[in-house]
């Protein structure tokens, strides 16, 4: 158990590629690695296990008023059992026209879920990677 205070989702050494490797599903596995690649070129950060089932890029130090505090990937996605998750800034995911321009998703309270990655344009899912990558650049130094 993580000391009061710090966080249990941290970096860990596992394998990218073991872990894409091992997401059952066809299509999400393929488009998982598909994001993997774009998030790799978009950042120029290497991707990175973050907790068991995160796939994070580059990271940042975050600390709030309570004290509480620790580190968390710039942007980062899950394939998940029915979609995949993306872990984008959190200012994006309020603006609703942003969001809708994407194509077929869905956003939830701190990231945005897609069944597949040909059900949204790739050039604004590209456009909205880049602009999470510059709010948490803005917002965070470097971990």
């Known amino acids: 158990m993580a000391p009061m205070g710090e966080t249990k989702t941290k970096p860990t050494g596992a394998s990218v590629n073991e ?9 999400r596995r393929h488009d998982a690695k598909v994001l ?5 070129r978009l950042s120029g950060h290497p991707a990175y296990m973050f ?5 994070g890029f580059d990271t940042y130090r975050y600390e ?8 968390a990937p710039r942007i980062g ?14 200012e994006l995911l309020a603006d609703a026209q942003l969001m809708a321009q994407l194509g077929k998703s869905r956003t939830g309270k701190s990231c945005q879920y897609v069944k597949q990655l040909r ?8 456009q909205l990677i880049t602009q999470s990558l510059a709010v948490t650049n803005a917002a ?3 971990a």
């Open 140 to 142: 965070y130094s470097a």
């Open 19 to 27: 872990f894409l490797d091992a997401v059952p599903d066809t299509q």
């Open 64 to 71: 709030y008023a309570s004290g509480h505090g620790g580190e």
């Open 77 to 90: 996605f899950s394939p998940r059992g029915r979609e995949l998750v993306l872990y984008i800034a959190p």
């Open 119 to 126: 059900d949204v344009d790739s050039g604004r899912l590209e």
């Open 36 to 40: 993997r690649s774009m998030m790799e």
């Open 51 to 55: 907790g068991p089932t995160i796939v």
